[in-house]
């Protein structure tokens, strides 16, 4: 299997995932307030369960952006210099992403490590797995990112 095709498996499964954790969302937002303000009844779960499933879509979803270059860019100065130079800003910006994505997956697993005896209060189950997206999408932007880094590089050819 090719590193592209292994990227565009992480990231189908990263989209599936965040499909899943989008519905979690809504569902669990629509219950709790069905549950409040329908039945006079709140349930204490839904909120986290909502809260929970965000922190998962919005940070496996910047692995996704970071995948398919859709990030906030500006590009004022750099659409008005030389080809060469763009290609090395264009390197520069890679490797900074990949330490970014180094910071998450190193301080994300240690966040990890550090908070699984700690229980969410209403779910009862370990914060980190709640905190395992970081982890998790960091490894996701490093693997994307070298890909990326790696098409970037300009290819000599000797003849």
Same mark, same amino acid.
């Given at each position: 299997?090719?590193? =592209? =095709? ?18 979690? !969302? ?13 039945? *006079? ?16 879509? *919005?940070?496996?979803?910047?692995? %996704?952006?970071? /995948? ?8 004022? #100065? ?7 130079? /763009?290609? #090395? ?24 490590? !550090?908070?699984? *005896? ?22 996701? %932007? %490093?693997?994307? /990112? ?14």
């Amino acid at each position: 299997m090719s590193l =592209k =095709k292994l990227s565009d498996f992480f990231d189908r499964v990263a989209k599936m995932v965040c499909v899943i954790m989008f519905v979690i !969302m809504v569902i669990a937002a629509i219950t709790q307030v069905f549950a409040r303000y329908v039945i *006079n009844y709140p349930i204490s779960w839904t909120e986290e369960a909502a809260r929970y499933s965000f922190i998962w879509l *919005n940070i496996l979803g910047a692995s %996704i952006a970071v /995948k398919h270059g859709t990030h906030a860019v500006i590009t004022v #100065i750099v659409d008005h210099i030389p080809t060469r130079l /763009k290609t #090395i800003i264009v390197l520069c910006v890679d490797v900074l992403v990949m330490f970014g994505g180094y910071l998450m997956l190193t301080q994300g697993v240690m966040l990890v490590t !550090m908070t699984m *005896n700690q229980l969410t209060p209403a779910i009862h189950i370990p914060m980190g797995y709640i905190y395992l997206s970081v982890p998790v999408s960091g490894l996701l %932007i %490093i693997f994307h /990112k070298l890909l990326d880094f790696y098409t970037h590089i300009p290819r000599t050819s000797i003849d």
